[in-house]
């Protein structure tokens, strides 16, 4: 049924951006209607970068669940927007770390730059969001972040349907 097909086919759009700017997702749509194969494995070269808090674990088990999930929302929501605000793709949360990609699922020149910018800009994000805890509560752990950045060549595509854009490296 055509309808169905098209309903379905809204949903995967809609969950698409949950992870991915919106942009890049009609970026992605366009491409694959002129090229089918795109949706495949390619192999791209992209920059890659992990970010998630120094001392996540230990924070976890002295704070309350509550206050935990605060933090987590407001920091991964924060940190989010400023990959995208630097051309970058969210690829997966773990936990408190962040797995953001540039220059897949969209074309990105100069990745490594833009994965550089992010991290420099991570800087301020972060003493807003120190300021705004402390003011809530005096008593919470200052955040600190730790970045790890890498450019090379990947296989990129959707290994797993249910993972938005997965990687692959030697």
Request: net charge negative; proline share 5%; with cysteine.
């Amino acid at each position: 049924n055509i309808e169905q097909s098209f309903a379905k086919l809204k949903g995967g759009i809609f969950a698409m951006t949950k992870y991915i700017p919106k942009p890049v997702v009609a970026d992605i749509l366009m491409r694959s209607v002129s090229n089918p194969h795109l949706m495949g494995m390619e192999l791209s070269y992209v920059g890659i970068m992990f970010v998630d808090l120094k001392g996540f674990t230990t924070m976890s088990e002295a704070l309350p669940r509550e206050v935990i999930i605060s933090i987590l929302n407001e920091w991964l929501t924060s940190f989010t927007l400023v990959i995208h605000s630097c051309n970058g793709t969210v690829d997966k949360y773990i936990g408190d770390c962040i797995m953001a990609l540039w220059g897949a699922p969209a074309e990105c020149t100069n990745p490594e730059y833009w994965a550089c910018k992010a991290a420099m800009d991570f800087n301020d994000t972060l003493t807003v969001l120190n300021t705004t805890f402390a003011a809530r509560d005096s008593s919470l752990p200052k955040l600190e972040v730790r970045v790890g950045i890498h450019a090379g060549e990947l296989l990129i595509g959707m290994i797993v349907r249910r993972s938005p854009v997965p990687v692959v490296n030697e």
